[in-house]
């Protein structure tokens, strides 16, 4: 899996963030809340969270192998002292297929390790697929909400989940035990006749 980190947003990270909030697929499948905003706004509120909103919101740059930007993640909805948060990312477009599992677990562990955010609320509009499958969140999902966001002139519904530590632990047992099924069954069909 490709290397991925994160690094506090600053403000040279401003344009490559406000161009990804303004793209066509983000806005579809997140929000199109920077299409209603003039970009000195969007800016200037980008610098607002960088100097004054870091106990309810931090963004931070998800960083590739050679430190060039792959996305944003941030966090809102902190509650400090319940330890819980609400993540979102939004990875760039030459670089969703390549990036965007390796920048998911990279910010959620850095929130659960650097951050000690013991619970993560996770949401997802249904119809965005890029890193679920529509079974596969309706799988997760403990809440729906039919008419949750209105984005690109739609209605959507959004698909909430919370994740606890053990949960994380349970999946990551999980795609482990499915790797070493995947291997045994590679192992015994490439295995000499005798």
């Not at 969270?49 to 309810?56: F, L, M, N, R, Y």
């Not at 990036?99 to 609320?121: C, D, F, K, P």
């Not at 291997?183 to 015994?188: E, G, L, P, V, Y």
Request: a neutral charge; one cysteine or more; proline letters at 2%.
């Amino acid at each position: 899996m490709s290397s991925v980190t994160l690094r506090h947003f600053t403000e040279a990270d401003i344009p490559l963030r406000s161009g990804l909030l303004l793209e066509s697929r983000f806005q579809a499948n997140l929000t199109d809340a920077a299409a209603i905003t003039g970009d000195d706004a969007l800016d200037a509120n980008q610098r607002h969270c960088i100097a004054k909103e870091h106990h309810t919101k931090q963004i931070y740059t998800l960083c590739g192998p050679r430190e060039q930007v792959v996305g944003f993640a941030w966090i809102t909805s902190i509650d400090w002292r319940a330890q819980v948060c609400e993540i979102s990312y939004g990875i760039l477009p030459r670089y969703r297929g390549l990036y965007g599992a390796a920048a998911i677990t990279a910010a959620h562990t850095y929130i659960r390790l650097e951050l000690n955010m013991q619970v993560t609320i996770n949401q997802v509009l249904e119809h965005n697929t890029m890193m679920h499958s529509a079974e596969g969140l309706a799988a997760q999902r403990q809440v729906r909400t039919r008419y949750d966001s209105y984005t690109v002139g739609e209605w959507r519904a959004a698909s909430y989940w919370s994740e606890t530590e053990e949960d994380v632990r349970a999946h990551l047992r999980q795609a482990e035990e499915r790797r070493r099924r995947i291997a045994d069954r590679i192992r015994t069909m490439t295995r000499p006749a005798s």
